[in-house]
């Protein structure tokens, strides 16, 4: 028998998680020979309901799951984890503009990040899903001075995702053709979904797709307005498509990464080969070589409108690292 990977979720009790956690209990993270302990975390007004998903994940009886944990006590829940999904946080209220949400919810990320810092494996990875998700992750990390920044990712893979589906609904294509896409920047309206270097059945998204107006404009747009279509529509934001993003990235930190391919992540720009500021978690074409070390692909080759569209994300990225700046000199 396998040791166990510990794993600890954030949020147990909200929407997200509760299509993560049972994703991860039957074994689509890490296999059917890999016994796991999950750790459920979340506020302790919401106790009652942690109580209740873990009867349910008892329910279902995995044969994989060998130990839950519930409670909101970091040191016992954060203790000797090896992986993290971090994606309790509060959403954002009526009238609340982004700027306040990051200031609330970054409170949560320096707690959380200080408790990776003491109680968690020194070798664990951390997916940061909770919004403003690149900003909260920088958070987490610099309060983590123990652990290497690169363990710490940012979820754009639904965004990925997202501009899969639309590619290949326009290409009339299969999903499974559409390969190489790419988001920049940051998980917001500023995203940058490359239809330059993604690849439709092996060739060049933009031979395929030749409507280089639709490209520019209503892909784009779809892509990044998707997350409140899906508000709008549902009362509730995304919930079941972010899990399954998650599970993608995580998946993708942990197994190495197809000769020629890569994925969406924001990660910690220091070093990065495009030029992009440093001390940002920024979302960039990524590799695994396996075990949670990842690293940037470089020599993406990008044109006048891309770099444009990047440049605007950057803006908004550098912009929030001013709060946060503020928020932790506070
Ligand atoms: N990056 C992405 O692609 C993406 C996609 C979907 C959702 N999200 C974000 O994920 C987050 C969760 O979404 P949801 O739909 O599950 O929300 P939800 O409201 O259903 O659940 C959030 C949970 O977090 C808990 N929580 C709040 N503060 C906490 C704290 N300090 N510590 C621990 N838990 C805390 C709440 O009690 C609640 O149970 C939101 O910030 C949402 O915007 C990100």
């Given at each position: 028998?396998?040791?166990?990977?510990?794993?600890?979720?954030?949020?147990?009790a909200?929407?997200?998680?509760?299509?993560?956690?049972?994703?991860?209990?039957?074994?689509?993270?890490?296999?059917?020979?890999?016994?796991?302990?999950?750790?459920?975390?979340?506020?302790?007004?919401?106790?009652?309901?942690?109580?209740?998903?873990?009867?349910?994940?008892?329910?279902?009886?995995?044969?994989?799951?060998?130990?839950?944990?519930?409670?909101?006590?970091?040191?016992?829940?954060?203790?000797?984890?090896?992986?993290?999904?971090?994606?309790?946080?509060?959403?954002?209220?009526?009238?609340?503009?982004r700027?306040?949400?990051?200031?609330?919810?970054?409170?949560?990320?320096?707690?959380?990040?200080?408790?990776?810092?003491?109680?968690?494996?020194?070798?664990?990875?951390?997916?940061?899903?909770?919004?403003?998700?690149?900003?909260?992750?920088?958070?987490?990390?610099?309060?983590?001075?123990?652990?290497?920044?690169?363990?710490?990712?940012?979820?754009?893979?639904?965004?990925?995702?997202?501009?899969?589906?639309?590619?290949?609904?326009?290409?009339?294509?299969?999903?499974?053709?559409?390969?190489?896409?790419?988001?920049?920047?940051?998980?917001?309206?500023?995203?940058?979904?490359?239809?330059?270097?993604?690849?439709?059945h092996?060739?060049?998204?933009?031979?395929?797709?030749?409507?280089?107006?639709?490209?520019?404009?209503?892909?784009?747009?779809?892509?990044?307005?998707?997350?409140?279509?899906?508000?709008?529509?549902?009362?509730?934001?995304?919930?079941a498509?972010?899990?399954?993003?998650?599970l993608?990235?995580?998946?993708?930190?942990?197994?190495?990464?197809?000769?020629?391919?890569?994925?969406?992540?924001?990660?910690?720009?220091?070093?990065?080969?495009?030029?992009?500021?440093?001390?940002?978690?920024?979302?960039?074409?990524?590799?695994?070589?396996?075990l949670?070390d990842?690293?940037?692909?470089?020599?993406?080759?990008?044109?006048?409108?891309?770099?444009?569209?990047?440049?605007?994300?950057?803006k908004e990225?550098?912009?929030?690292?001013?709060?946060?700046?503020?928020?932790?000199?506070?």
């Amino acid at each position: 028998m396998r040791p166990l990977k510990k794993v600890v979720i954030t949020g147990g009790a909200g929407q997200v998680a509760y299509s993560l956690l049972f994703l991860i209990a039957r074994g689509d993270l890490f296999g059917p020979d890999q016994p796991i302990a999950l750790h459920l975390h979340d506020l302790p007004e919401m106790q009652k309901c942690l109580e209740g998903v873990a009867m349910e994940l008892e329910d279902c009886a995995f044969p994989l799951l060998k130990e839950i944990k519930i409670g909101s006590d970091v040191q016992e829940l954060f203790g000797g984890v090896h992986f993290a999904f971090l994606i309790g946080s509060k959403p954002r209220g009526p009238g609340m503009e982004r700027k306040d949400l990051l200031l609330e919810n970054g409170k949560i990320f320096i707690e959380q990040g200080q408790a990776l810092n003491r109680f968690a494996s020194p070798d664990v990875r951390v997916l940061v899903v909770g919004n403003p998700c690149n900003a909260n992750c920088l958070i987490a990390l610099k309060n983590a001075p123990d652990l290497n920044p690169r363990q710490f990712f940012a979820l754009t893979r639904l965004d990925q995702n997202r501009a899969v589906y639309q590619l290949a609904a326009y290409a009339k294509a299969d999903v499974a053709e559409v390969e190489n896409v790419t988001i920049w920047g940051n998980h917001s309206t500023t995203q940058v979904p490359d239809f330059l270097n993604a690849k439709i059945h092996g060739r060049a998204a933009c031979q395929v797709v030749k409507d280089r107006q639709w490209l520019e404009n209503d892909f784009f747009t779809k892509v990044q307005k998707r997350g409140a279509e899906v508000i709008t529509c549902r009362g509730k934001s995304s919930a079941a498509s972010a899990a399954k993003a998650a599970l993608d990235a995580m998946q993708s930190v942990v197994k190495p990464t197809e000769a020629g391919h890569w994925f969406s992540m924001g990660v910690y720009s220091r070093g990065n080969p495009y030029g992009i500021d440093e001390d940002l978690v920024f979302s960039f074409p990524c590799r695994s070589r396996g075990l949670g070390d990842i690293e940037i692909v470089p020599n993406l080759g990008l044109d006048p409108f891309l770099k444009e569209k990047l440049a605007i994300s950057q803006k908004e990225l550098m912009e929030e690292r001013t709060l946060i700046a503020h928020l932790l000199k506070g």
